[in-house]
């Protein structure tokens, strides 16, 4: 009889630790957990939806820290949340990666290819960091079943280039200080220390949007 008190004494201590995991959204402070986009806009239009962005590298190694905790998070994402990731086009080695990203992308295997691009890069070192060639990508991709010389003409494309451009216009516009960066709506970009805290800064950005406070 005396384990079941002490049980819930156990499950009564546990308790703020659990709710200080994900602060609400009344307790967020600009400066701390997020800036607020001097020009504000999101990436897509809303069409009622709240739109998550992440700005992110291949080359990037904290991206790809963040990548397998991210997956996690967006798989919970209410119905009413957009995600979309959109590649870092800083110049040099991000443009080239961007373009390999929006490639795969008109071909629709980006999703499916996403997470073996970081890891081919990162641990298996089997894709350079710079100077990747079109012949290297299409190699890569063709294990998705990719024509070689349908993805070489993809990378060339006027539609690639011009999704490389808005990516880039996006994160000027936006001021990204760096990779991997989350905004919210096109309005606010969120801030912290790890990836865990970015996530639930996140989270109650996006509860904001949903409640109507986020202005």
């Given at each position: 009889m005396r384990l079941i008190p002490r049980?819930?004494?156990s499950l009564l201590a546990l308790l703020p630790l659990a709710l200080s995991a994900a602060p609400a959204a009344t307790d967020l402070q600009e400066g701390r957990d997020y800036e607020r986009i001097a020009q504000p806009g999101p990436f897509q239009p809303l069409d009622g939806k709240i739109e998550v962005v992440e700005v992110f590298g291949y080359t990037c190694s904290h991206c790809a820290h963040f990548e397998p905790q991210l997956v996690a998070w967006v798989a919970k994402l209410p119905k009413d949340v957009r995600f979309t990731p959109v590649p870092a086009a800083f110049g040099g080695p991000w443009?080239?990666?961007?373009?390999?990203?929006?490639?795969?992308?008109q071909l629709g295997v980006a999703k499916r290819s996403h997470g073996a691009v970081f890891k081919a890069l990162h641990e298996d070192r089997s894709l350079p960091m710079q100077n990747v060639s079109a012949d290297e990508l299409a190699t890569f991709y063709k294990q998705y079943g990719v024509n070689e010389a349908a993805?070489?003409?993809?990378?060339?494309?006027e539609a690639v280039q011009a999704k490389v451009s808005a990516a880039r216009d996006f994160a000027r516009r936006t001021r990204i200080p760096g990779t991997p960066s989350l905004v919210i709506n096109g309005q606010f970009l969120v801030k912290g220390n790890s990836a865990e805290e970015q996530l639930r800064i996140a989270s109650a950005l996006i509860a904001q949007a949903r409640s109507g406070k986020a202005r």
């Open positions: 049980l819930l004494l443009d080239a990666w961007a373009t390999a990203y929006y490639a795969a992308d993805y070489v003409a993809a990378l060339k494309s």
